[in-house]
Nanobody
Framework: QVQLVESGGGLVHTGVSLSLSCVLTGRTFSNYAMGWFRQAPGKERECVAA????????YYADSMKGRFTISRDNAKSTVYLQMSSLKPEDTAVYYCTARAAFPGTVLRRVDDYTNWGQGTQVTVSS
């Protein structure tokens, strides 16, 4: 079965950069479309970014465009989220997610995904 383990969260100040990583084990990583979601207290879980199996196609939520970059290394079974110019409103638990999918597929909705990591806290102080 698929297991996802995130790492890289922490407490940072406004304007700095932070990188998250997520390793998938148990299945062939390159068969999975991947995504990063986040959930702030009292808010719904939202898609931050998503990436296709090969990494050729990506999606970003509007508020993340130009600040966040999703990428993947299929040889390392790892998906990354590089976050820059962080703001206090980026404070949330960030979740890695995966779904076996056809090539080129990018999935944006919570219900699209069947596998979730435990989450990693990102806190941005002003």
């Amino acid at each position: 079965q698929v297991q996802l383990v995130e790492s890289g969260g922490g407490l940072v100040h406004t304007g700095v950069s932070l990188s998250l990583s997520c390793v998938l084990t148990g299945r062939t990583f390159s068969n999975y479309a991947m995504g990063w979601f986040r959930q702030a207290p009292g808010k719904e879980r939202e898609c931050v970014a998503a990436i296709s199996r090969s990494g050729a196609t990506t999606y970003y939520a509007d508020s993340m465009k130009g600040r966040f970059t999703i990428s993947r290394d299929n040889a390392k079974s790892t998906v990354y989220l590089q976050m820059s110019s962080l703001k206090p409103e980026d404070t949330a638990v960030y979740y890695c997610t995966a779904r076996a999918a056809f090539p080129g597929t990018v999935l944006r909705r919570v219900d699209d995904y069947t596998n979730w990591g435990q989450g990693t806290q990102v806190t941005v102080s002003s």
